[in-house]
Every structure is written in C-alpha cells, then in structure tokens.
C-alpha cells in the first residue's frame, strides 16, 4: 500500500465498517481523545471498546502490513542500534530487519508517516512498517537502549578533564565543584541504566588499569568494564558527598543514604564504602520507594502456605520467624505482613538494620551501634510503649531473643528473621542460643522459610531433557515424584540479556508446630523434632514447592538445586 492509500485511512471509520465499534461508540471515543490528546486507539482500547489485538490484527489486514509479536521475535542488537535512540523514542518505533527490499520498522502508529520518512532519510533506504503493540514496544525499546554507551561516554569525557592534573580528583576535596557536571551526568546515566534494568545494587570497583560497574539483577551480576580508570575516584567522592560522609577519609568504611528521583521515581539509595587495594570499592541498594509495599497476596506464596501465614498473624500474641540466607526477600515478608496488620487499633513498633521502606503510622526506630541502640536495648524500651506487635529485623543475640520470646508470651506479637536455611533448622536454633527450650516452645508460632529464584525467560524458553546425573537427583527428591516430568530452561535472547532468566519468584515453606514437635523442642531433641516436621501433613518442603515451580516452567532445574542440593547429595551421588 502507497503511502498516498495509507494517508487516507482512518482507523475510528475502519473499525465501524469491520462491524468492531458502533457510530455511537466512535463519537464517545473522539470526545474522550479531545481531552486527552491520546491517538484514537489507544483511546478505544483503554475505554475497553475494542481489544487490541483484534483492532491491530484488523489494521494489519487493511493495510496489507504484518502484526508482528515482539516477545517471539528474534531480535539483533546492532540492527536494532542502526536507529538513533531519539528517532526511536520519539515515533514509537524500532528496526527490526534490514533485508533486500527495504528496512522492517516496527511502529505503534504504522499510519504515522512524519515517522517512516524521518526513518527512511535517516537510513537512506525504503522503510516496510509493521504493527506492534504499544506496551511491547515501549519496553523493548528500554531494554534496547540502555545507557551503557553514554556511560563510557561521559568516562571519556571525565578522564580527559582529569588529565589536565597531576592529582587525582580524590585530593581536590576543598574544589568539589571543578568535575561536578560529567560527574553527575555519569551518576545518573548509571542510575537510569540500574532503574530500566530494574538492578537491585549497583557495585563500583576500581582495579589496576580500569574500573568496573557491575549490576546486580535477578540476583546475578551484569558487569561494565570501563577504561578510564581514574573516574572511579571522582564518581566515589561524589556520592560520598551526596551521602553526607567524610570525602577526606579513605581508610576506614563508612555508610550513608541519600534519596533520589529517576525515571519520575522516587529512589533510596543505602552506600557502603570498603578501601580496597586500587581505591575505594563502593555497594548502592537501590529501594524503589514509590513502588510502594506489596500486598502478601502478591508474593507468589501458594494459597495453602498464604492462608495459614495470614491467620498466624492476626493472633493477639506469640513469636513468628521468618528464615533465610541474605538476599532472600526476608524483609519484604515481613513489610507485607506489616502492612496488613497497620490498623488504627493496633500500636505497631520496628527495631530495623536500616530502615528500608517508611510505613505510617509504624514506629520505626533505627538501630545506631555507635550509641549502644542494638535491637535489644530498643525491644526492651518498646515493650514500655504499650505495643501491639512488635518487629524485630533480627535475631542476632541471646539478649534479643530473650526479651523476644518473653515478649511473645506476655500478650505481644513478635515477627523477626533469623539467617537459617530452612524452617525446621530454626526452631532448633533458637533453643541452641541461650534461652530456655520450654520458653521457645511456649512462644513459637511458626517458621517461614523462602528463597528466591530466577524465572525462566518466557519469550525464549522451550523444553529440556534433563542430564543422567540431574536424573538422579530427580529419583532421590520428593520420592521421585518428578523423576519422568517435563522441564524449561531459557535459550536465551534480547528480552533476558542472553542470560535465559528475567524476574524472580519467591519459593516458601511454612512449618507450624504441632504437639509432637513442641515435645521435642522443649526435650532440645533434634532428631525426633525433624522427623515429627516431616510426619506433620502439613508441611512440604521448599525443594517440592520449588519442583512444581520447575514443573510448570516458571523456573529451570538449576535453580531447584541451587535451594534443594546439599552436600550429602552430591557425596552421595559421587558414590
């Protein structure tokens, strides 16, 4: 179709003739776009006139065009770069292909023609439009576009103001202002790139001769080397002193926050200095305040564990743990859980290391070791505050799990975590540090354990067989149950960073205590409460929740052994 035939569609009168939307409708839809600005479809789509991929489907057989699925693409990085990031952004649209009879662009609005010329001008070459969905395209094109080459230049940029020095920008402290502006330029770029990754901890290492950014996302590190090595020290100081820390001292470790708005986001950034041999080694978490504290329902607990989690802590009193290595979501249960229970009529105290989300209405008290403020002297004064329940960010001590349990048994609900790896290991635990076996078991609740695991891709996965030895594996977990099912794994593509992974999910075992186990903790009898938490119909263990998740794709055999192989298996199979 000429571009003279395309310019005379319109999309509002297409969709009557096809019998989708009604004249009347079309009216509604053309009062709302006045108001709002919007093309007309989007505008019938969000006022749920038409779905869209019937209005997509119906253009693209109007205009002779293909609909094209963006997550089942297989798209190429320098092809999709060919395409200036503005022109890109700016039109909604991206390079898809370059083939003999013209450049495949992928576009929102194919009726745009301002967009297909500026292209074709730009690439000198005729352009064949596509039809996409909007929501596809939009993040594809912030997958595309990251920020890694702005970064290297603006490092260029820095290095080359730095040499008309013989001192390193660490010794300018009285001059802070002489590289503020690629500084912050730099800065942002890196934090921009972290928040469109959606990067949980941004690192900043210097080496001998370069230094590297490395992002932490999905819980694995993306790493950027970066040559200019000297720019590591003036990105340093410059989030030292954006963090209110001393830029003078770079011997001993410091700690500090500072707040920051990217993407129209609102960001707490918690910074971690460490000297290390070349430099300063510096660690940002990234805390996406204005994302706000997400609701238990959307966790990914199963329903069974949810319920039963839910019910343990509406109760009056008593003490509930939740389990875990660093990094496994600990403290985004236990806000979740907060956030149910902040209610007008119950007074709720925090003792946290540090404070990561503010909550209203919560009194949040941060812990300040350099005054003697630990979770114990703050638990002991905030059972004079007259609390409902009380959270407790860790079990680090015999003093606070003292004061806790005690808490917990005179009319208090008492939530904390506890670094352990599943949940039967720790209730044995609590008895092991000082406290009474018969206090633990008149206070203890129950035992949430979790994980997190990477989700498999799914715009690139497919099926896999797994190897003889994850067969064996298979045959000795969960009693064979999963010995001969079906299992994914990623390709890897675009969409995941070749990595074969994008997102995480939560995998949780609940562990209440019955009668049989109370016996055994209070008897300090590891054995007999092991096999009394295994007897109980109740509980199943994180390995064969985290093997249905494998199951049914959401996740691949690699990560249920990361969580569910333990050294006695692999002696054993060696064997």
């Not at 999309?11 to 509604?28: C, K, N, W």
């Not at 230094?211 to 790493?223: K, P, S, T």
């Not at 994850?470 to 070749?498: K, P, S, V």
Request: proline share 3%.
């Amino acid at each position: 179709m000429t571009a003279q035939e395309r310019k005379k569609v319109r999309l509002g009168d297409l969709l009557v003739d096809a019998g989708l939307i009604t004249e009347g409708q079309l009216g509604l839809a053309l009062k709302e776009q006045q108001l709002t600005g919007k093309k007309i479809g989007r505008v019938l789509v969000d006022m749920g006139l038409v779905a869209e991929n019937k209005l997509l489907s119906t253009l693209s057989d109007h205009l002779k065009i293909p609909f094209i699925e963006l997550r089942q693409f297989q798209l190429d990085g320098e092809t999709l770069k060919r395409l200036d990031e503005a022109v890109a952004r700016r039109y909604r649209c991206l390079l898809l292909a370059d083939n003999d009879d013209g450049l495949l662009l992928a576009m929102a609005d194919p009726l745009d023609l301002l967009a297909i010329d500026e292209v074709e001008k730009r690439l000198k070459k005729t352009v064949k439009p596509a039809i996409v969905r909007e929501s596809e395209l939009l993040a594809t094109l912030d997958s595309v576009y990251r920020r890694t080459g702005q970064i290297e230049s603006i490092a260029v940029e820095l290095e080359g103001s730095l040499r008309s020095s013989d001192f390193d920008l660490s010794d300018l402290a009285d001059d802070t202002d002489l590289q503020d502006a690629p500084v912050v330029r730099l800065l942002q770029s890196v934090l921009e790139d972290a928040v469109a990754i959606n990067a949980s901890d941004v690192h900043i290492e210097p080496d001998e001769s370069v230094f590297r950014i490395r992002m932490r996302v999905d819980g694995a590190l993306q790493e950027q080397v970066i040559k200019e090595k000297r720019v590591a020290s003036a990105l340093v100081m410059r989030l030292k002193i954006m963090s209110n820390l001393d830029i003078s001292e770079r011997r001993l470790p410091q700690d500090g926050r500072f707040n920051i708005r990217v993407s129209n986001r609102s960001i707490d950034v918690r910074l971690s200095t460490l000297p290390v041999q070349y430099g300063e080694s510096v660690v940002m978490r990234l805390l996406d305040q204005s994302a706000g504290i997400q609701p238990l329902a959307d966790l990914g607990m199963p329903e069974s564990i949810r319920q039963r989690f839910e019910l343990m802590i509406e109760r009056p009193y008593g003490l509930i743990l939740v389990t875990g290595p660093t990094g496994s979501g600990k403290t985004t249960t236990l806000y979740s859980a907060l956030k149910r229970l902040n209610q007008a009529q119950r007074k709720i105290i925090t003792a946290e290391d540090p404070i990561e989300y503010r909550m209203s209405r919560v009194n949040q008290v941060q812990v300040n070791p350099k005054i003697e403020l630990n979770f114990a002297s703050i638990l002991r004064s905030a059972l004079r505050q007259d609390p409902d329940v009380i959270l407790v960010g860790e079990m680090r001590d015999q003093e606070t799990v003292a004061i806790g349990t005690r808490a917990a048994l005179t009319g208090h609900l008492v939530m904390s975590t506890l670094h352990t790896n599943d949940a039967i290991s720790s209730a044995m635990r609590l008895a092991d540090m000082g406290v009474e076996s018969y206090l633990v078991a008149s206070a203890l609740r129950g035992v949430l354990a979790q994980r997190l695991v990477r989700k498999v891709c799914e715009e690139c996965r497919q099926p896999y067989e797994p190897s003889a030895r994850e067969r064996i594996w298979l045959q000795n977990m969960a009693g064979g149950r999963f010995a001969n099912d079906t299992f994914y794994q990623g390709n890897g593509c675009y969409h995941c960073n070749n990595t074969g992974y994008r997102g995480r999910v939560g995998v949780f075992e609940w562990l209440e205590l019955d009668d049989a186990m109370l016996v055994a903790l209070n008897e300090q009898n590891h054995a007999s409460f092991v096999a009394a938490a295994r007897r109980n119909p109740d509980f199943k263990p994180m390995g064969e929740w985290a093997l249905e998740y494998a199951r049914e794709g959401v996740t691949d055999l690699a990560e249920v052994f990361k969580i569910s192989v333990d050294l006695n298996d692999l002696d054993a199979e060696r064997a």
